[in-house]
């Protein structure tokens, strides 16, 4: 019986105990339970289960089974988020990058069995201690030496075709799904700001213009689109990527910008500006990094960072207003916080003008502020 589409399939843990029992039979006569213990979710849809055997190390199960078919078709073949996740994570293991090993999954790949990493991430560990600048920067200093790691070693043998929503970071899913996504989710539906007809073309024509000065930025390579302190885990004294089913081609400051930029921890400036030159200098010494792309480096910075910091507030005001799940929404000052920050800088005002005044407009306190009104100007 396949342990995704069989009787069981609305039972989490009667399915995963069933790939579990592919995985490790248990020995004759021993008819000892595992354990299937369900712990915390993240923004996915993604269920996860630490399952605890009698004698042994435990394992992590995943009930992907609500991305499942859902994708797009590729080469005849449909591609989901699971089957990204499996292609990904194949391709970014045989380059030597720190995933988690995938010990069995059912052949749809919506049911599967993990390597446990424990339950520490980047953000627990920051969280848990003091947050004075040497800490935090050696904290950090490993962090961009694995996303240098990635970019240079990924980038090569890179597959467009893997991505499950598009395999390239293109203008369309700026505009779609970054910066629209912003405008309902977090300007318009969270903080209530009203946008006239006018001003919403405006603001579209600008999204344009904005999407287009990013996407061509340089240098490019594989992105992993959510490389920030929840989807990193510290085990056995490495850094494990943990979230990279959504990787596409696109330009390399996307994931410098979202581990930066990361409102989970909110880095002070200081140290965000020591540690994107650790970033330059050893992305030039690995070959990413061209000395004129390191000239233009601060105004691609500003509007990649501006772009990946609206993509956070929608996501924040959308998993916790409207899908009301713990952990988001009182992270909505620090986000907008650093999107007026960046709201202010010439390169962003002009090209656009009208956003930068829209992430002005916005309040810093949460959804309970008052609302504000942009009308066009």
Known sequence: MNASTGPDRHDPSAALRALQREYSPAPPGDDTPWQIVPLEGDGSERRYYRLRPPHSRS????????????????????????????????????????????????????????????????????????????????????????????????????????????????????????????????AVETAGITISPRTHRTLQHEFRRLAAAVVRQSPQGILLRDFQSRNIMLHDCRHYVIDFQGARY???????????????VDLPDELRGTLARRYLDLAARAGLLRARERQTFIPDWQRISFVRLLQVIGAICFLGRVKRRPGFIEHLPAAGRAAKRLAAEAALRRTAPTLCRLVEALPVTGPEAPPEVLRSQ
Do not use: C
């Open 59 to 186: 394992l992590i199960g995943v009930d992907a089974r609500a991305g499942a078919g859902s994708g797009r078709m590729v080469n005849g073949r449909m591609v989901d988020e699971n089957h990204s996740f499996m292609l990904i994570g194949r391709h970014l293991a045989a380059r030597g990058i720190p995933v988690p090993r995938v010990l069995a999954a059912t052949p749809d790949a919506a049911l599967y069995l993990l390597d446990d990493l424990g339950n520490l991430t980047l953000a627990g560990h920051i969280a848990a201690g003091r947050r004075d600048p040497d800490r935090l920067y050696a904290a950090y200093e490993p962090v961009i030496d694995l996303l240098v790691m990635i970019q240079q070693r990924a980038s090569p043998g890179f597959r467009t075709a893997w991505g499950y929503g598009g395999g390239r970071y293109d203008t369309r899913l700026v505009i779609d799904r970054e910066l629209n996504y912003f405008l309902h989710a977090g």
């Open 250 to 264: 696109g330009p390399l400051y996307y994931d410098l910008a979202a581990v930066l930029h990361d409102p989970y």
